[in-house]
């Protein structure tokens, strides 16, 4: 007898080392790939490039041109570097956007009109996870910081996008087929001026940008807002220096400007920005709190069971082409909350929110008092 617990301890044991990896494993699985930047297996034109990211690197008429780089990151290892640079050849000369993205810059010239380039971004990695925020280090450098914005840009979506033409800088449309172009997919905040053919259903997205200089590592968190329910099928990441992402501005790009990316996590939230009873927002209810909080019914109410909804990513982007995009948060599904029943005036309602990779959970008691 004493052998057979024995055995069965350490049965226990080993199972649970097993399901500890297996949770560990899906953790990093919802994690960018190379987020901290140590990878660095490729080159450009000589300059070493990180493991599944690319940068608005620019090969025309046989010159090349490398906007992402290797430097030296804020806990001895290394860190992405972007930077507009001026490109061109035969006197003719342009300033571009830095930035590095886990999809595939491109770039078009039809025939050998100048005036009909154009370029954007395709593309990005299978996904299917909700993050709540996107925590980036970041230095921002250059002597044209305050005139120009840099771009903190995550965004997810289920389908594909496909489209025929796209904004240039002098001619208004240049036609090209792309498929999963991130202006085809964001059309509520970077829209294809040009029109989208085909255009998917965005799931989420995270977008910071202003007009700073960080002379030493800053963290700059993101906020993830989603537009519905679903679940995504693919993500993109747009790290840029300057005016890129927004509606294809090529205007104000100053050679110099940059910026150092560096240790990028993806944060998955425990808690809840709104809380439905029976359908109903509950506007009294307080996502901060871990004491018990009350919920009145009326005293001629005489049900005895609720049915309560969490909901998260609650937001809004105003300004947006002179327009406001609303964000209204996506509803937890059944595997991030579960609710154990309680009684009127008596023990309170007992919500457990859990974040989508495990990494935390949190209760929340609800007193439902006639």
Request: charged content about 20%; some cysteine.
């Amino acid at each position: 007898m004493q052998r057979f617990l024995i055995r069965m301890t350490k049965k226990k044991i080993i199972i649970g080392i097993f399901l500890g990896a297996v949770t560990a494993l899906s953790a990093v699985a919802q994690q960018l790939p190379n987020n901290h930047f140590e990878s660095w297996p490729e080159t450009y034109n000589g300059d070493l490039q990180p493991a599944s990211w690319h940068g608005s690197n620019i090969s025309q008429v046989g010159l090349k041109f490398t906007f992402l780089y290797q430097k030296p990151g804020r806990n001895g290892g290394y860190c992405m570097y972007v930077a507009d640079r001026s490109v061109g050849a035969f006197g003719i000369t342009e300033v571009g956007p830095g930035y590095a993205t886990l999809g595939q810059p491109w770039q078009y010239l039809k025939g050998l009109s100048i005036k009909s380039a154009t370029a954007g971004t395709d593309g990005g990695i299978a996904w299917k996870y909700r993050p709540d925020t996107m925590s980036v280090w970041i230095k921002r450098t250059g002597d044209h910081t305050t005139d120009e914005d840099f771009h903190l840009l995550y965004y997810s979506w289920q389908g594909t996008a496909k489209s025929s033409q796209y904004k240039n800088k002098v001619e208004k449309c240049t036609s090209t087929e792309r498929i999963n172009e991130e202006s085809d997919i964001r059309q509520a905040t970077d829209g294809n001026e040009c029109g989208t053919d085909q255009p998917a259903k965005q799931v989420a997205e995270g977008w910071y940008r202003a007009r700073a200089k960080y002379s030493t590592w800053t963290r700059i968190k993101v906020p993830i807002f989603y537009m519905n329910d679903g679940r995504p099928t693919m993500c993109n990441v747009i790290f840029s220096a300057g005016n890129y992402p927004a509606f294809r501005a090529n205007y104000g790009l100053y050679a110099g400007n940059a910026i150092y990316v560096d240790d990028v996590e993806l944060i998955y939230s425990s808690r809840i920005d709104r809380l439905a009873i029976d359908n109903i927002v509950w506007s009294e209810f307080n996502p901060d709190s871990e004491a018990v909080q009350i919920y009145r019914i009326d005293k001629k109410d005489n049900r005895s069971d609720f049915t309560f909804a969490g909901f998260r990513g609650i937001g809004s982007l105003t300004n947006i082409k002179g327009q406001t995009a609303q964000f209204n948060g996506r509803k937890l599904d059944k595997q991030e909350m579960s609710v154990a029943p309680g009684q009127v005036n008596g023990k309170p309602w007992e919500i457990t929110v859990k974040a989508e990779d495990g990494s935390s959970t949190h209760t929340y008691k609800i007193k439902v008092v006639r």
